[in-house]
């Protein structure tokens, strides 16, 4: 197996607009992340997933673009962009950037021209089709709620948008388009950017006339000719955002022989307190056993022929403390064994701002409350089937993103230390949560993450190794063996706010503790939310 720098590294994305503001105006800036270099490399990250910092007038925080190539102004300047690319480079940390090119926004200049007539050069850089008797095109949803085609009646044609209206999709079929983007992730590469992480782009090679989205049936041709035409020579780092992906279709992007992508970040294991067949606002309860069914298949199915991201969290999803954990009565307990649990197992993880501190779900009692475009929608379509107010706050409360897009707490003060001025969205509860008290205390969430980043670093079988589920009588008890000729680690979790039990193989002496979120010695029982990864001799 080729040992890239990724298949070690560890990735902190950042949300910028809520990770540290310098001048007042209560949105974090790039200055803000320069200032706060000195902390992630102290983590031991190796990248930042960098969300979008482009000019965008920002109906989906930055995921509608409308320059790729100008820095919004309200982070800085294409000058603050390359010192960071450069002071990061400093702490050896890469930059990774995201990007959003499944759609733009509907202030791109493309699309602004592509409006105006049907004759537009531009035109054809968007999804057109005229309307069936008055009707849209086809029954295609957005991923937002509602059709997802707008009529332009200037045009007498319907644009595809597979998320906002504001967010027009491209035409992919359209060669000069695609050169177009080529050109600009060129741009980007000369600046010294560290990878990509690509938006939705299992979307690209979308059959819109056959209702197809996911997975469509030109996708993987698209990304070898992206691949070729831009990052391939490089040692970029690629992440696609795949949300239907299963091991076979990981493969696909991920195979290095196959020239597409470095690995996949999928979505499987996210969904399982979803309803079948429902949308993800409508839960059922976590079972932590399927949980680790979903990650055995994963483990065991694309080793040595793709490779996979490990995370709990990211800017669309609740806090996995909030969510998974208690973020009540063991908030610093259950997120170490939340994050025990993930970084012994093959591929590369993912901290979101905050995760490393153990920031929780911020609730709202109203919608006025609530700025994401994604559970504004759905509360007025709730709102129109008859849902009640507090059945739609309760779901946002659950799954609505802004749970993770509340400020960066740093100091247990007012603003936590994000702002000078009046935040964007509301600061949570600093007064325990921040980063100062988690850099003061050696128990810390914070120093978990930091250890095992490193232990990730030092032991080749966290890379290499082959991995074993250890079957557990007891839906709440996970376990797991990573393996290979040299070294055996071991990782047990109790996935539960209860005692549970965990018999312990005595023909399998513990060598060294890697890694124990109580101070005891191990036993047979395992006290709540317990987890450790020992070596085996
Ligand atoms: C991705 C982003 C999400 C965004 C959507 C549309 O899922 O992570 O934040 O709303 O794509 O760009
Ligand atoms: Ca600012």
Redesign the pocket.
């Known amino acids: 197996m080729k040992t890239n720098w990724w298949k070690k590294a560890t990735i902190y994305q950042i949300y910028p607009r809520s990770f540290q503001d310098t001048n007042a105006d209560g949105i974090g800036d790039l200055p803000g992340i320069i200032q706060r270099l000195d902390y992630l490399a102290f983590l031991g990250i190796d990248a930042v997933w960098l969300s979008p910092v482009y000019q965008s007038p920002n109906e ?1 925080n930055g ?1 509608d673009i409308s320059d790729y190539q100008a820095i919004g102004s309200e982070y800085g300047t294409m000058e603050d962009m390359d010192r960071l690319i450069e002071e990061a480079k400093k702490r050896n940390i890469r930059i990774i950037m995201d990007l ?1 090119v ?2 733009t926004s509907s202030e791109h200049p493309w699309f602004q021209s592509a409006l105006q007539s049907t004759e537009s050069p531009f035109h054809d850089f968007y999804i057109w089709r005229k309307g069936v008797e008055g009707q849209p095109p086809n029954a295609l949803q957005s991923n937002f709620g509602g059709s997802a085609w707008t009529l332009v009646p200037e045009l007498g044609e319907y644009y595809l948008h597979l ?1 906002a209206k504001e ?1 027009p999709d491209l035409n992919w079929e359209n060669k000069k388009m695609r050169q177009e983007i080529y050109r600009m992730m060129n741009d980007w590469i000369e600046k010294g950017v560290g990878g990509f992480r690509l ?2 782009i299992d979307l690209i090679g979308k059959e819109p006339d056959q209702s197809i989205t996911k997975n469509g049936p030109k996708l993987h041709e698209l990304l070898q000719e992206m691949n070729q035409n831009t990052f391939g020579e490089y040692d970029l780092v690629t992440v696609g ?1 795949t949300w239907g992906a299963t091991p076979e279709i990981a493969q696909l992007y991920s195979d290095e022989e196959r020239e597409e992508l470095s690995m996949v970040f999928q979505f499987e294991h996210i969904n399982l307190d979803k309803q079948p067949g429902k949308r993800k606002w409508d839960l059922k309860k976590l079972d932590p056993k399927e949980l680790h069914q979903v990650f055995s298949k994963w483990q065991t199915e694309l080793t040595g022929k793709g490779w996979n991201s490990l995370f709990w969290n ?3 999803l609740p806090r996995i403390i909030s969510r998974w954990g208690d973020d009540q009565n063991y908030r610093i307990l259950s997120g170490k064994m939340l994050a025990i649990y993930l970084y012994f197992l093959q591929g590369t993880p993912y901290i979101y701002q905050g995760e490393e501190i153990g920031m929780i779900n911020y609730p709202v009692t109203s919608i006025e409350e609530v700025d994401d475009i ?1 559970s504004r929608r759905m509360y007025d379509e709730r709102i129109g089937l008859g849902y009640t107010e507090d059945e739609i706050i309760a779901s946002i409360n659950a799954k609505g ?1 802004d749970n993770a897009r509340h400020p960066m707490q740093w100091y247990a003060s007012k603003q936590a230390g994000f702002t000078e001025g009046i935040p964007w969205l509301p600061v949570g509860d600093s007064t325990e949560i921040n980063v100062a008290a988690a850099l003061d205390d050696p128990n810390s969430l914070f120093y978990t993450y930091k250890k095992l980043i490193q232990l990730r670093k030092e032991l080749p079988v966290i890379t290499e190794g082959i991995f074993e589920s250890i079957p557990t009588d007891n839906a709440e008890v996970l376990a797991y063996i990573r393996k290979n000729e040299g070294e055996k680690i071991m990782v047990v979790v109790n996935f539960s706010s209860e005692p549970n039990q965990f018999l312990l193989d005595t023909t399998q002496p513990i060598k060294e503790v890697l890694i124990h979120n109580y101070e005891k010695e191990i036993s047979q029982t395992l006290l709540p939310y317990e987890a450790y990864a020992v070596l085996l001799s």
Request: no cysteine; glycine share 0%; net charge negative.
């Open positions: 989906d995921y959003v499944n759609h998320h967010q938006d939705v955002e990211n800017h669309d994604e993103r």
